[in-house]
T-cell receptor
Framework: GAGVSQSPSNKVTEKGKDVELRCDPI?????LYWYRQSLGQGLEFLIY????????KSGLPSDRFSAERTGGSVSTLTIQRTQQEDSAVYLC????????????FGSGTRLTVV | RKEVEQDPGPFNVPEGATVAFNCTYS??????FFWYRQDCRKEPKLLMS???SGNEDGRFTAQLNRASQYISLLIRDSKLSDSATYLC??????????FGAGTTVTVRA
């Protein structure tokens, strides 16, 4: 597609439920990133996928968070047993290669856990 | 200590004014530096890269001071459309970008 597409744009869920967030990167972009932005905070790195290499999961805040990228394209971020502190905007970005100059962000998924 | 620190502002300036703000970073090995712009409830978008010698892009000027580990952004002849949050971004060459929390600029008529 022309840009990075994320869905849903908004998600309200009850505490304890599982949620899945989807990211469809720009076609041909081999690198895909997930970040989280809480109110008044900077973006927090979550996970990085590069081609067929093993992902860097070092930013995932707990084992309730997981992500996968199928076929080197679409990625899904899953949060199990959601907690109120998981409420944030989850941003996905893709790039042709490492380096911020090539980053394109999606419009994000605003997650609210009630 | 946060990797990237910014004055949150807000900087409230009249149209036509000049506004400047800094960002400090803690990792002396950082290689690349950027300013992103984020409008309210929108995704960040790359505004400009910051080069060692300093660089301009129209009304925007970015400077890098490696010795003191800070970068700056200056906006001349402010427009209403410049109102946004400006994110300082540092790449330590390990592909995990570090983002500042942002500096809010509000330009008033």
């Amino acid at each position: 597609g022309a840009g990075v597409s994320q869905s849903p744009s908004n998600k309200v869920t009850e505490k304890g439920k599982d949620v899945e967030l989807r990211c469809d990167p720009i076609s041909g972009h081999t690198a895909l990133y997930w970040y989280r932005q809480s109110l008044g905070q900077g973006l927090e790195f979550l996970i990085y996928f590069q081609g067929n290499s093993a992902p860097d999961k070092s930013g995932l805040p707990s084992d309730r968070f997981s992500a996968e990228r199928t076929g080197g394209s679409v990625s899904t971020l899953t949060i199990q047993r959601t907690q109120q502190e998981d409420s944030a905007v989850y941003l996905c970005a893709s790039s042709l290669a490492q380096g911020a100059s090539g980053y394109t962000f999606g419009s994000g998924t605003r997650l609210t856990v009630v | 200590r946060k990797e990237v620190e910014q004055d949150p502002g807000p900087f409230n300036v009249p149209e036509g004014a000049t506004v400047a703000f800094n960002c400090t970073y803690s990792n002396s090995a950082s290689q690349s530096f950027f300013w992103y712009r984020q409008d309210c409830r929108k995704e960040p978008k790359l505004l400009m890269s910051v080069y060692s010698s300093g660089n301009e892009d129209g009304r925007f000027t970015a400077q890098l001071n490696r010795a003191s580990q800070y970068i700056s952004l200056l906006i001349r002849d402010s427009k209403l459309s410049d109102s946004a949050t400006y994110l300082c971004v540092v790449d330590s060459n390990d592909y995990k970008l570090s983002f500042g929390a942002g500096t809010t600029v509000t330009v008033r008529a």
